[in-house]
């Protein structure tokens, strides 16, 4: 079985800055992307950031103001966040495309962290 485990959401002031981390343990063979979602109240989830070996990508309403990186002998992503906004606020889920074997590989999740940016 794999588990990501997220850590780092809390209480922040806009303009404030907060990291994220997403650690994956477990029967892992190799990790081919990671990425960032986030789910606010009646919305629906999206996709902050994804990283690969080869890119990363940002939605455009945190493009200059998060950066996604991964420690790949840790299995681990960050998102650090700066210039916090109210309308950041979400509960931000990791995501990791994880091959556990020599087979296909499949999505995992963790169970999200709350980030609240206040006015």
């Known amino acids: 079985q794999v588990q990501l485990v997220e850590s780092g959401g809390g209480l922040v002031q806009a303009g404030g800055s907060l990291r994220l981390s997403c650690a994956a343990s477990?029967?892992?063979?190799?990790?081919?992307?990671m990425g960032w979602y986030r789910q606010a109240p009646g919305n629906e989830r999206e996709l902050v950031a994804l990283?690969?070996?080869?890119?990363?990508n940002y939605a455009d309403s945190v493009k200059g103001r998060f950066t996604i990186s991964r420690d790949n002998a840790k299995n681990t992503v960050y998102l650090q966040m700066n210039s916090l906004k109210p309308e950041d606020t979400a509960v931000y889920y990791c995501?990791?495309?994880?091959?556990?074997?020599?087979?296909?590989?499949?999505?995992?999740w963790g169970k999200g962290t709350l980030v609240t940016v206040s006015s």
């Open positions: 995501n990791a495309d994880i091959r556990t074997g020599w087979t296909s590989s499949k999505d995992y």
């Open positions: 477990g029967r892992i063979f190799s990790i081919n992307a």
């Open positions: 990283i690969t070996d080869d890119i990363r």
